[in-house]
């Protein structure tokens, strides 16, 4: 099984002067429960080449088993440090795709054009798309094969409004997650704030903040498992 890793390359947060990129966790919680299953993992962002990590998901209350482990992980992170560029990856060499999230997303795959092209690829090709936290929203801009948001109709998760405001970023970012989801007529739903929280409909798999990144990996696997199953 081979499935591809989409990370952002953005790296400025706002006119904050901060940094932001993509959430340690929510890339290494998802890598090793999928890696230590025998998944073959492959790592792409828009520019190629070493992702930007967000400073914050570095600090010590946001460290759990799996980054610790990431950080000790020579090999993974020369892996990370080649991405490949995200125009020269084509759906058909992967069984599904993953989305970690950080707030880069909502800055650059948002809008990308490959990373729609790659979303909406996959989705008519019947093969998984998930994402998780800020990932979701990477498929505000991609649409099904009748033209209509890829999202409408479906449940869908991703990180809440009130978990924004609990940053204190909801006047920084670009749009916020849970209100661009139900903008475009998804079936948003959410569990408390923090706590872990996946949503699955039909190919699409989405998680609501970083303690949902492993779940929604696991989701994945399950859904993987079952396809190989049935071929």
């Known amino acids: 099984m081979n499935v591809l890793f989409v990370l952002t390359s953005h790296d400025k947060l706002g006119d904050t002067g901060k940094k932001t990129g993509f959430w340690v966790e929510e890339f290494a919680a998802p890598y090793y429960t999928l890696a230590d299953e025998g998944v073959n993992i492959e790592l ?10 967000d400073p914050k998901s570095t600090e010590p209350d946001a460290q759990t088993p799996a980054t610790k482990r990431f ?3 020579e090999d993974l992170q020369h892996k990370l440090s ?14 599904a795709v993953f989305y970690p999230g950080g707030h880069g997303p909502l800055w650059d795959l948002a809008t990308d054009k490959d990373s729609i092209r790659l979303i909406e690829a996959f989705y008519s090709a019947k093969k998984p798309v998930a ?27 991703g ?20 209100d ?12 408390a704030d923090w706590q872990p929280y996946v949503v699955t409909d039909g190919l699409l798999i989405t998680g609501q903040n970083p303690a949902s990144s492993e779940p929604a990996a696991e989701a994945l696997l ?5 396809e190989r199953q049935t071929a």
């Open 222 to 226: 399950k859904m993987l498992r079952k």
């Open 71 to 73: 950080y000790e992980d």
């Open 159 to 178: 990180f809440t409004n009130s978990e924004e405001e609990a940053v204190q970023l909801t006047n920084i970012v670009p749009f916020l997650v849970e």
């Open 82 to 95: 080649r991405t490949k560029k995200l125009s020269e990856v084509r759906a058909e060499d992967y069984d």
């Open 180 to 191: 661009k989801l139900k903008e475009l007529g998804g079936n948003y739903s959410k569990a």
């Open 44 to 53: 792409a962002s828009p520019k190629g080449g070493q992702p930007p990590i």
């Open 131 to 157: 994402a998780v936290c800020h990932g979701p929203a990477v498929l505000t801009q991609a649409k099904t094969e009748n033209g209509e948001p890829l999202v409408k109709g479906k449940k869908v998760a």
